[in-house]
């Protein structure tokens, strides 16, 4: 199951994690994303219109990989899954999640912030893991203080991560891609700004190309 997940992100360093209000707003969005450089978004389960976008863009985007995220129980999973979500997305863990994921087989990114929890999730068979609240949870220092007596997990840090801090992010040698927000901010969505999006994203893209050039990856 994690080791489909890090396949499915080999070539990417940076995931979108989108809110979308509007149904609307599903494919001009992840397609300014997509013409930007950004291929795999991850759309989060807070919204009414939440599965219906992810099935829109399923369906119309095809090429793009789209996971699930917010993901918290059983009922949201088996939803994200019949909607065509690529891969599931949770900011945490618990027993009942985790036999839902095997037992549907899904490529799952599971939530920690706690020593103990990424052992637990280690010792369950998950070996990438999302580090979230990651600026709230220790940031980049926590990540080099657990690459040391841990260094068989890699990280997807997300939570209050910005364009200036993503590349300090991925310059971790624990750290295979982070998650954000910043290149498509509310009111950018709102006002249907698909050219600021599209030119943040690119500017998202070149900055983690060149960062993982330089950190050998």
Not at 5 to 28: C, R
């Amino acid at each position: 199951m994690n080791k489909n997940f890090q396949n499915i992100l080999s070539n990417t360093s940076v995931i979108p994690v989108l809110v979308i209000e509007d149904i609307e707003d599903a494919v001009p969005l992840t397609l300014a994303l997509s013409n930007g450089g950004l291929n795999v978004i991850e759309i989060t389960l807070r919204t009414p219109s939440a599965l219906k976008a992810l099935s829109e863009i399923k369906n119309s985007l095809p090429d793009i990989v789209v996971g699930a995220g917010t993901v918290i129980n059983e009922k949201n999973l088996e939803d994200a899954l019949n909607c065509g979500a690529d891969f599931i997305v949770s900011p945490g863990m618990t027993p009942t999640l985790l036999e839902a994921v095997k037992i549907n087989n899904a490529p799952f990114l599971p939530g920690a912030s706690t020593p103990s929890e990424m052992m637990h999730l280690l010792e369950s068979g998950f070996s990438f893991q999302k580090f979230f609240p990651a600026e709230t949870s220790g940031g980049v220092d926590m990540l080099n203080a657990i690459a040391g007596p841990m260094p068989q997990i890699s990280f997807c840090p997300t939570g209050g991560i910005s364009l200036l801090k993503a590349g300090k992010y991925l310059l971790c040698k624990n750290v295979s891609c982070v998650g954000g927000s910043w290149m498509a901010k509310p009111e950018w969505i709102n006002n249907k700004n698909w050219q600021q999006i599209e030119n943040s994203a690119r500017e998202t893209s070149n900055l983690t190309h060149s960062k993982y050039l330089k950190s050998g990856h």
